[in-house]
């Protein structure tokens, strides 16, 4: 017996109406079964039986309307989450663009964490650069930002502050330079904080930085339609700079659509490098 709720079409017409008019996101560029699951379980969870009754409960329950965001958006991640993937980072793709920058007399490195949740991803990349960057002597400069569709995710990103469990998985050589006890938590050293800006960005929305070495956008573009996947590679490709990489997450891949704009450099970690030329020019 079925003891979930059941979404219509109609139903999910009227949930992306109401999403839309809050939150100006577009859900029609989501993956609909999955969200569509993830939605009858939470009307199930909150004892709803039909999408009338969800709103209903969202009207006398407004702190609702930020679960439902969460629900939709999903926000799992961890420092140096996928070990395999920051240790190719670390021994070969890092060194590599450090060395490039540095020998084409270039001054900065700018980085991307595009869909960072709360900030986790975006600073294992600050931790490992900024560690790459004094092991190399080069003097470049690191610019790393991070983007999430949620307000919630970035300002907790931004206070930098973690349980001593969330930051087990940072490594041992890394993390005294990186963290500050503060009580029973740890705070990203200021150092670091001062080299990582994250604001509030939706990724269907033209992309706020150009001239990037290195756009990381994992475990995001899995939740997105073939459509809404495609207008955000053009977007990458546009704020990458000429030769600049793409990492997507373990089990996701560019589609054919993309392949005149980027080439696989390294399958394993799912790295991509922007093929022909943007109009960006540096300066
Ligand atoms: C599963 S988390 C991935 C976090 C991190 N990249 C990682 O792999 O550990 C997905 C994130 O994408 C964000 N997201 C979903 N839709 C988005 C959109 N349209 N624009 C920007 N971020 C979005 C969510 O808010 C969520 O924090």
């Given at each position: 017996m079925n003891l979930e709720p059941t979404i219509t079409e109609p139903d999910m017409r009227e949930l992306a109406w109401f999403v839309h008019s809050r939150?100006?996101?577009?859900?029609?560029?989501?993956?609909?079964t999955c969200m569509r699951r993830r939605i009858m379980h939470r009307l199930n969870m909150v004892g709803c039986d039909s999408i009338e009754e969800y709103f209903m409960f969202i009207g006398s329950n407004p702190e609702e309307i930020e679960k439902l965001m969460d629900i939709i958006t999903i926000h799992v991640t961890g420092f140096f989450r996928d070990k395999d993937v920051f240790s190719n980072l670390e021994r070969t793709v890092l060194p590599a663009m450090i060395s490039a920058r540095a020998e084409s007399h270039q001054n900065s490195i700018r980085v991307w964490s595009a869909g960072c949740s709360t900030g986790e991803e975006t600073y294992s990349l600050a931790i490992l650069l900024n560690h790459l960057i004094q092991r190399s002597g080069s003097g470049l400069v690191m610019e790393v930002f991070g983007t999430d569709l949620s307000e919630e995710s970035c300002k907790t990103a931004r206070s930098g502050l973690y349980s001593a469990e969330k930051i087990e998985e940072v490594p041992s050589q890394m993390k005294s330079d990186a963290f500050e006890p503060e009580g029973s938590l740890y705070r990203i050293s200021a150092g670091i904080r001062k080299k990582v800006r994250f604001i509030v960005h939706n990724l269907f929305s033209p992309p706020p930085f150009s001239m990037l070495d290195l756009i990381v956008c994992r475990n995001?573009?899995?939740?997105?339609e073939p459509d809404g996947r495609g207008r955000i590679n053009k977007y990458f490709h546009e704020s990458l700079r000429d030769g600049g990489l793409l990492m997507l997450g373990k089990s996701e891949a560019l589609g054919s659509d993309a392949l005149d704009m980027f080439e696989l450099v390294h399958p394993r970690s799912k790295i991509y490098r922007k093929t022909g030329e943007s109009n960006v020019k540096e300066d």
């Open positions: 939150f100006g996101v577009n859900l029609s560029m989501y993956r609909s995001v573009l899995i939740h997105f």
